[in-house]
């Protein structure tokens, strides 16, 4: 098994950008599994592309992220390095885009027979904190606890955005879901001034007889 959790915890650091976190796990998996068997923008056919695909047997597991940010100041002084990480708002389209992860790797897993991940890493609380009010992505919405899948998630109302953006359609998830969110340690010696807490949510995808193939 590709153990995604484990690669995770290993990594002891605050990234600048998505790609930075996707090269550092990358990586890691290199070392767990052998360089020869880890591909950084892995393309099982064509017009689709992954952000990491682990080659274990005869298939290629595959892992999606994604690394949502809120505004803090980071020094990281074994690097001798300060940068800022900015606020990244638009919950509703980072949300339905995180299960269209899902509902991408899930179509990937159908075929081969296996299972995948998606992965989000965030210092947002917004992501795992269960909401107060009504919003239109209340269907997506992934806080601590939620179950999810089974069936189809749609917008609470439709929205010219979500057509030029294309992002109207309803995902369509075959797997049973419950997001349960972890601590993401990074070194003591990394100062973050607000924002400091990260956590991250490993949604494993096994293989599922999709209904809508």
Known sequence: MVDVEWALSQ?????????????????????????????LEWNPEAGVSIDIGV?????TIPIELKYKTKQSRVEDSVFDETFELKTQ?????????????????????ADQGRYGYAVL??????????A???ALYDEFR??????????TLNWREQRDWMTKSGEEAPINLAGQY?????????????NASTNPEFRALVLRVDAQARYDK
Not at 121 to 130: G, K, Q, R, V
Not at 142 to 151: S, V
Request: glycine share 10%; hydrophobic share 30%.
């Open 11 to 39: 990594l002891g650091q605050v990234y600048h950008s998505e790609d930075h976190l996707k090269l550092a796990l990358g990586a890691e998996l290199a070392q767990m599994y052998g360089n020869e068997r880890v591909r």
């Open 55 to 59: 080659r274990r047997g005869d298939v």
């Open 89 to 109: 708002s638009a919950h509703d389209r980072a949300h339905y885009r995180f299960l269209r992860d899902v509902e991408r790797v899930e179509r990937i897993v």
């Open 121 to 130: 890493l965030t210092n947002d609380s917004n992501y795992w904190t269960t």
């Open 132 to 134: 107060s009010g009504e």
């Open 142 to 151: 992934i806080h601590e606890g939620r179950e999810f899948g089974g069936g």
């Open 178 to 190: 419950v997001a349960e969110w972890s601590d993401y340690q990074y070194r003591d010696d990394i």
